[in-house]
């Protein structure tokens, strides 16, 4: 295993509330990853991280916010959660020695 | 910005029979590309990559690929497929900023 960590697994809210995704690695990964996979989409890059404090965004991260405070923690978080964000976020970190990503096991979000 | 593309939406083959996926990609450098595969409900899984030298890679669980750069593609093959290769199927393309760019995927359907 990576390693790779995240919570909540499953998480069901309203409309509105702010929802904040955690993901956690074990393994001083510099470059850590969220994304979003939707049916027909594959998966798309909501935020990245490549370092402490450091991040950027992807190709689609209108709607949301992420923040690393230290190494081993990148946060996801939906300020105000809508209904086009129901999806599976997948967290991901990268190998610096072999250049892939590994992947958590996936949040299911459903915004009601 | 790179892009992949995913001609099949989904492939029905059967069990023992060969197997080929297509995958296009657009990106102006020499690409770092990847295969992944998602068992259902599970999180994601690297069959293999290509970063540089002999054109024909070799994965996991009898799968290659082929970067032909001619042609911008990198098209996935098993000789002879297993029940338990029922899958989803993603083909990524990496940029030098380490970001990584997925397609919709291939569902792989395994028929006795």
């Known amino acids: 295993d990576a390693g790779i960590t995240q919570s909540p697994r499953h998480k069901v809210t309203e409309t509105g509330t702010p929802v904040t995704l955690r993901c956690h690695q074990t393994e001083n990964h510099r470059y850590m990853y969220w994304y979003r996979q939707d049916p027909g989409h594959g998966l798309r890059l909501i935020h990245y991280?490549?370092?402490?404090?450091?991040?950027d965004k992807g190709e689609v991260s209108d709607g949301y916010s992420v923040s690393r405070s230290k190494t081993e923690d990148f946060l996801l978080t939906l300020e105000s959660a809508t209904s086009s964000q129901t999806s599976v976020y997948f967290c991901a970190i990268r190998s610096e020695s072999t250049g892939e990503l590994f992947f958590g096991e996936g949040s299911r979000l459903t915004v009601l | 910005a790179q892009s992949v593309t995913q001609p099949d939406i989904h492939i029905t083959v059967s069990e023992g029979a060969s197997l080929e996926l297509r995958c296009n990609y657009s990106y102006g450098a020499t690409p770092y590309l990847f295969w992944y595969v998602q068992s259902p409900g599970q999180g994601l899984q690297l069959l293999l990559k290509?970063?540089?030298?002999?054109?024909l890679v070799q994965g996991i669980k009898g799968f290659e690929a082929e970067f032909k750069r001619s042609q911008s593609s990198f098209n996935l093959r098993k000789p002879s497929v297993h029940w338990s290769d029922a899958a989803e199927y993603f083909c990524a393309v990496g940029s030098n900023d380490y970001k990584l760019s997925f397609g919709a995927g291939t569902t792989v359907t395994v028929r006795a």
């Open positions: 991280s490549y370092g402490v404090k450091d991040t």
């Open positions: 290509y970063f540089s030298g002999d054109t």
